[in-house]
């Protein structure tokens, strides 16, 4: 099973500040790698797929690069709707996996 | 638009049974493969099982295998889970997902959930 590991558990930011989240693989899952945004009471959804794709209706704000086991969301410049939980997801193989999130909170 | 409604939850005893429901709408529901997802209180997201668009492959996270079967009528466009022998740590709120279109691809959307308890 391929373990996905996200740092920090929790990112305390103010509004218009950049945000850097990371999801690292315990190997190698090329750039099979989606981000998902989750609010409180609500059902995820899906911002970046294939590593780098933005989903559609996703803001351009929102950015994903990486490959391999190392991974980053961006979002460059905070709105008040950007706080919420991230959850990072590959699908290379069977187990899919999700990492454990990120908690993106209001400084 | 694509929507996802699950229906099933509740309220059921360690050892009982329960089948969810997910009545899809907006897609050509037979092209995709289809997901259950849960997220048991205040933890994160846990994939359970997917099924292939016309059903002829399965796959079942470790922890709900044997226990658990996902299905599908895609002269209806309704997903199911039926969820057997269910145990405290199974208790979650159900995520019915699509996912995009392929072999092994992402989630690319979401249902807004079920409630699972199980409780004595």
């Known amino acids: 099973e391929i373990i996905l590991t996200q740092s920090p558990v929790t990112l305390s930011l103010s509004l218009g500040e950049r945000a850097t989240l990371s999801c690292r693989a315990s190997?190698?899952?090329?750039?099979?790698l989606a981000w998902h945004q989750q609010k409180p009471g609500q059902a995820p959804r899906l911002l970046i797929y294939d590593a780098s794709n933005r989903a559609a209706g996703i803001p351009a704000r929102f950015s994903g690069s990486g490959s391999g086991p190392d991974f980053t969301l961006t979002i460059s410049s905070l709105e008040p709707e950007d706080f919420a939980i991230y959850y990072c997801?590959?699908?290379?193989?069977?187990?899919?996996?999700f990492g454990q999130g990120t908690r993106l909170e209001l400084k | 638009e694509v929507q996802l409604v699950e229906s099933g939850g509740g309220l059921v005893q360690p050892g009982g049974s329960l089948r969810l429901s997910c009545a899809a709408s907006g897609f050509s529901f037979s092209n995709y493969a289809m997901s259950w997802v849960r997220q048991a209180p205040g933890k994160g997201l846990d994939w359970v099982s997917t099924i292939s668009g016309r059903a002829v492959n399965t796959y079942y996270a470790d922890s709900v295998k044997g226990r658990f079967t996902i299905s599908r009528d895609n002269s209806t466009n309704t997903l199911y889970l039926q969820m057997n022998s269910l145990r405290a740590e199974d208790t979650a709120v159900y995520y019915c997902?699509?996912?995009?279109?392929?072999?092994?691809?992402?989630?690319?959307?979401w249902g807004q959930g079920t409630v699972v308890t199980v409780s004595s």
């Open positions: 997801q590959q699908y290379t193989n069977w187990p899919i996996t």
């Open positions: 190997q190698s899952i090329s750039r099979y």
């Open positions: 997902a699509k996912d995009d279109h392929g072999y092994l691809r992402p989630i690319d959307s």
